[in-house]
C-alpha cells in the first residue's frame, strides 16, 4: 500500500521556520521526483519546490527562492522542506508529492500557518 504521510506542520510567527516532513512506503521511493506543493484557502494548489530521483536537481517557486530548501534520504524514504522566513502569505496546507512517468502519489496534507 502506497503511504506519503507528511508532518511538521504547525502554527508559527513571522519570521519564524519550520521543518516539513513526508515519510513514504509502499514504492521504490528513490526512483521517483519529489515535490511539495501547497494550497491556500481560495487558491489553486501551486508547486512549492521538486527535487529529481537521485537529488541532484531542485526547483523553487520564486515566491520561496532563498527561503525554503527541498532535500530527501533515499535511505530513510522520506522528504524534508526546511521554510525559513516565513511569511503571512505561506501559510496553506502543503502536500508531498512523488511522481514517475505517468504515476503520482500524494499525502494528506499538513497545514502551516503563519501569523502573530
Known amino acids: 500500500q502506497v503511504q506519503l504521510v507528511e508532518s511538521g506542520g504547525g502554527l508559527v510567527q513571522p519570521g519564524g521556520s519550520l521543518r516539513l516532513s513526508c515519510a513514504a512506503s509502499?514504492?521504490?521511493?528513490?526512483?521517483?521526483?519529489l515535490s511539495w506543493y501547497r494550497q491556500a484557502p481560495g487558491k489553486e494548489r501551486e508547486l512549492v519546490a521538486a527535487?529529481?530521483?537521485?537529488?541532484?536537481?531542485?526547483t523553487y517557486a520564486d515566491s520561496v527562492k532563498g527561503r525554503f530548501t527541498i532535500s530527501r534520504d533515499n535511505a530513510k524514504n522520506t522528504v524534508y522542506l526546511q521554510m525559513n522566513l516565513l511569511k503571512p502569505e505561506d501559510t496553506a496546507v502543503y502536500y508531498c508529492?512523488?511522481?514517475?512517468?505517468?504515476?503520482?502519489?500524494w499525502g494528506q496534507g499538513t497545514q502551516v500557518t503563519v501569523s502573530s
Open positions: 508529492n512523488a511522481k514517475r512517468n505517468r504515476i503520482a502519489y
Open positions: 509502499g514504492f521504490t521511493f528513490s526512483s521517483y521526483a
Open positions: 527535487i529529481t530521483s537521485a537529488g541532484g536537481s531542485t
